[in-house]
């Protein structure tokens, strides 16, 4: 891994890094998050007692559409053309929350993680739109990368811990 910042040119200023020589390969990135809340809203959003909707399926649809728009969003970010973006938006009884899990592909010069981390962040602030009727203090929490494939870097593996966040 370089130390070097890839978006800064000689003199420090932004650019978009150019990937015109480098070559196409499958590349996968896998991110995920949480939104922590009350028990209570958990148990409404389980329930489908929200009244906006299905919470759980309306953020999934959402981060796809929110991958789709990460050039749109993020500066010096390429256009990727996607070839597959799932996101999955899970209970989770432990953390007392929804755990949301994004895999985004392509075949092309670089990679998705910025794609897949967009769609666990539009998730998380799709959900929390649904539910702040009845949970303001909603928390989306420990949105991170944990692996992807392809580049010349190759592949990357979030270390494993004892504990999760």
């Known amino acids: 891994m370089s130390d070097k ?5 000689a003199d420090g200023q932004p650019r978009m890094v150019d990937v015109t020589s480098k070559a196409d390969t499958d590349r996968t990135a896998v991110a995920e998050g949480w939104v922590l809340m009350q028990r209570v809203t958990l148990e409404m959003i389980t329930t489908n007692a929200i009244a906006k909707g299905n ?3 309306m953020a999934e649809v959402a981060g796809i559409m929110g991958a789709k728009q990460t050039a749109g969003l993020i500066p010096l970010c390429h256009l990727l053309p996607l070839h597959s973006i799932q996101v999955d938006v899970q209970p989770d009884e432990v953390r007392v929350g929804l755990h949301i899990m994004a895999t985004a592909r392509t075949t092309g010069k670089t990679g998705v993680e910025m794609e897949a981390l967009t769609a666990v962040m539009v ?6 739109d649904m539910a702040k009727a009845v949970d303001r203090s909603m928390t989306i929490s420990d949105v991170r990368l944990v692996m992807k494939t392809g580049g010349m870097h190759g592949d990357y593996m979030r270390p494993q811990t004892d504990k999760q966040p």
């Open 55 to 57: 919470v759980m399926a």
């Open 123 to 128: 998730a998380g602030l799709t959900i929390y």
């Open 5 to 9: 910042l890839t978006h800064l040119d």
